[in-house]
DNA sequence: CGACACCTTGAAGGCTATCAAGGTCGGTGG
DNA sequence: CCACCGACCTTGATAGCCTTCAAGGTGTCG
């Protein structure tokens, strides 16, 4: 009982000193710290050392005793997992606000995925000893971080469900989708995945084959459903994708074809 | 900021006064308790509300409002997610020490999934804002609940990863291995999966269907790797199992061709 | 302007879903 | 006790989705 668990793996603590300890006003907007007063905040963030990753870059390994926990405050990261026989998935995107790292500390085990810059980021760095100190001292925070988790868990069902019953048009549409509710910017042509974005990259989240997604996004692309483009894609009409993925086979649907909603 | 935030939905609060608290011994050798002091265990107990379950009960609905959330003392449930268009998905399995309703709590969202005993079942419940709240008074207890919740994002990433770039046999072969950790009992032959478990319930974990299921299954018989029976399934071979979940194609493989290993 | 990374498109074949037709087990009621 | 019924399981045949194999096209960066 009351038995302290290692939660920085065995290696030895290394505390880098802060150089310098990053402003509250630069976390004030995200969730996390929502729950917080400005004590706390600056308390938690007095611990934080932050860090500046480019396009390619990682954090982190897959299989790295786990060691640090990131706060992504700009940029984005896709979390990438290799098996032993070289298959790859993606299993998240990390945006401005997410947390990386937390789960492999909190269950003591090395991280499960790599995640790799996709656009110029700066993050948040944590000793994992630091961060679980800091949700033992601020509740809120704990809870905070939890609902982070909750929604990871949700979104890693849906996708489980999508992967078991969809066929992979439905799949793919969910997944733009998904990536234009996350990453996506308003434009004149409709919704842009803002960073770049391969063919491979989609293959990836939807256990689909390169080949597939681009014969896929070829033909939406024709029905002038999408524009897409080298690491690049705009989503003209993600009311019809929102029907195929919905379950509708697609058929001869075009953008006139689908009712557009009022709303939105 | 320090907003507070809807935990339990907008319905009425309802507090059903615990008729008797739970005895603390019933959960001192849990996980989830492991880090805290006798009077912590005690506090957070004193809220609960003990409730038994039969095989087919379910606890909460999917599409429900949170309500309350859930701990597992005794028995089974599995979690079942249903499509709008009728598709079946068994997203978790939850057993002893699990939590049942603390993600849509935490997310603030209906319950995504049903979980149904698949065991009589013996489960603590918790106004979920009692439960916040016991969270917040002993941040030990809220590591406690994320460690689980870590365990289950890793769990879903796995499965994802499977689900992405395994075939069916594959899929299956790791199904029923988790199956057995996780509920699995030693037994003359093998290791017994301890619960009712049919064909179409491995399929909904797989995203195959229960034809190739039972093909699967069927040909693991006749090669001596499991004892298959009504809802009943005893894994005769873990090891070749784990080799076929590997990735070998398994082909002739029988017991003996596969160099068994000396520990556990 | 050459090389690399990314993208497109065709053809063939295999894995699995789907359709179809029973078989078997266990419980229930007469 | 026995017959019936529902739930669960098995096995064949067929079809089609998607991967795999193959061959190029295209954009970008150094």
């Known amino acids: 009982m009351g038995q302290q668990l290692a939660f920085c793996g065995d290696r030895p603590k290394s505390r880098p000193a802060p150089a310098r300890s990053p402003d509250v006003s630069a976390v004030r907007h995200l969730r996390l710290f929502d729950d917080l007063d400005l004590e706390a905040q600056a308390d938690i ?5 932050p860090q500046r990753l480019g396009p390619g870059e990682a954090p982190l390994r897959q299989g790295d005793a786990p060691d640090l926990v990131f706060l992504v405050l700009s940029g984005r990261f896709k ?44 993050v948040l760095a944590w000793n994992c000893d630091d961060f679980m100190e800091a949700m033992r001292r601020h509740p809120g925070f704990a ?22 019953t969809e066929r992979v048009e439905q799949r793919i549409a969910h997944a733009v989708l998904r990536l234009a509710r996350q990453a996506g910017r308003r434009v004149a042509n409709g919704v842009e ?4 974005l391969t063919r491979q990259d989609i293959a990836l989240m939807t256990g689909a084959t390169l080949h597939t997604v681009s014969r896929t996004l070829s033909a939406w692309e024709h029905q002038g459903l999408v524009d ?26 075009t953008i006139a074809s689908a009712g557009r909603p009022s709303g939105e």
Not at 96 to 108: E, I, R, S, T, W
């Open 45 to 49: 963030l007095r611990l934080a050392r």
């Open 79 to 122: 979390a990438v997992q290799v098996t032993s026989e070289g298959a790859q998935v993606v299993t998240r995107l990390v945006g401005p606000g997410d947390l990386m790292g937390h789960v492999a500390v909190l269950n003591d085990k090395p991280h499960s995925a790599t995640p790799i810059a996709v656009l110029e980021s700066l």
């Open 143 to 164: 809870v905070a971080v939890m609902r982070g988790m909750a929604a990871s868990i949700q979104e890693a069902h849906t996708r489980l469900r999508e992967a078991a």
């Open 193 to 196: 995945i803002a960073f770049p």
């Open 228 to 253: 897409g483009g080298r690491q690049h894609l705009v989503l003209r009409a993600p009311w019809v994708l929102a029907r195929i993925a919905g379950g509708a086979a697609g058929g001869e649907e």
